[in-house]
């Protein structure tokens, strides 16, 4: 029995020293201990020795299992310090390789102008708001003065979702939508996309973007009107800008103008950027229109304002020198980039 346990222990530790693996080491356990193993099998023939030598073989038994699994440890922890050792130097990193380029996002120049407006009149105290893209021909049209079948109404060409709702055409229904809360004093800027059925040329789009501008208070004069623009012009154009007004027509301000700023390119001497006339047509402005203030329950004995209009891509285009306005949309990294 002696010489038994002693060639099991001295088979199982040859073979324990030879493994390399996990698997093969697990294989020599169950071989050797596990239900059916070698080991077993001697405990299983206790049967046949003498009782009074059981306890000396039962402790050879176990002699001989401690030192099977002693080493089964050892060997084991030894393979896994190994693996890991292996692991380790086969996941170097090489610092010295070139490294994997991620294109990052960018914002668009739109979206750059439209901030840097937003940071001007923030300063004079404007709230940002914004509409609906989609609109009530009420908003859009009717309480601006436009009625069913005004001029204006043609020139806004858009597409229509039912007789009364629509993509909206501009920026100003935001204006009878604020000035209907009731809430004064009103100092808002509304930012948005607007539709027409326009075809797309150098500066036409059929959705482009507007930012609309609305005072109403107590005493707002013209005065106020032109003293906003001026300081808008110098903030966002350059210091040395000026304002020109030209009489315009809108259908919901009285009396409307049109503005033009010196050209920041030359400063007004004439060039290509202004087509050689020193101005720049930026935006359409006036007073709101009494009947409008009447419509959307203001009263124009106690109230007035001013109300502007400026096209987003068009000072975009103008303050980053952009010739084509289809390059706003055409998302090509090359274009966005540079800004
Ligand atoms: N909504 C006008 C348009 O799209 C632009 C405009 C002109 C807005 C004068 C205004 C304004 O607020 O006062 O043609």
């Known amino acids: 029995m002696k010489e038994k346990l002693q060639a099991i222990q001295a088979d199982a530790i040859a073979k324990i020293e030879a493994a390399n693996d996990l698997d093969a080491l697990n294989e020599i356990k169950v071989n050797v201990l596990g239900k059916k193993g070698e080991l077993t099998q001697v405990l299983k023939s206790m049967k046949d020795v003498a009782p009074e030598d059981r306890p000396k073989v039962g402790q050879m038994v176990n002699d001989t299992r401690s030192a099977i699994e002693e080493k089964l440890e050892a060997v084991k922890k030894d393979i896994t310090k190994k693996q890991r050792e292996e692991k380790m130097k086969n996941e170097v990193i090489d610092v010295t390789l070139p490294g994997t380029m991620h294109m990052k996002g960018h914002r668009h120049p739109n979206q750059i102008a439209l901030e840097e407006l937003e940071r001007v009149f923030i300063g004079m105290g404007y709230e940002i708001v914004e509409g609906p893209e989609v609109e009530y021909d009420r908003y859009n049209f009717e309480l601006l003065n436009i009625p069913a079948n005004h001029p204006a109404k043609d020139e806004q060409d858009t597409f229509y979702i039912t007789k009364d709702i629509l993509l909206r055409t501009q920026t100003s229904p935001v204006q009878a939508r604020i000035m209907e809360t ?59 800008t000026k304002i020109k007004l030209r009489p315009h027509h809108f259908p919901f301000t009285e009396p409307s103008a049109e503005v033009d700023v010196s050209c920041f390119k030359c400063g007004g001497k004439g060039c290509r950027m202004c087509k050689g006339s020193g101005w720049i047509e930026i ?18 004995e106690e109230y007035s304002g001013f109300t502007f209009g400026i096209g987003l891509e068009r000072v975009a285009l103008l303050k980053y020198e952009i010739d084509d306005m289809r390059l706003l949309y055409e998302n090509d990294m090359r274009f966005l980039k540079q800004f």
Not at 283 to 300: A, N, S, T
């Open 182 to 240: 009731g809430r004064m004093p009103i100092r808002i800027l509304a930012p948005g996309r607007v539709f027409r059925s326009d075809e797309v040329d150098a500066t036409h789009s059929p959705s482009f973007h507007q930012v609309e501008g609305l005072v109403v208070d107590k005493n707002i004069t013209f005065a106020d009107l032109k003293g906003t623009l001026e300081q808008f012009a110098r903030e966002f154009f350059g210091p040395e």
């Open 283 to 300: 935006l359409g402005c006036g007073m709101v229109h009494p009947k409008v203030l009447k419509d959307c329950g203001i009263d124009p």
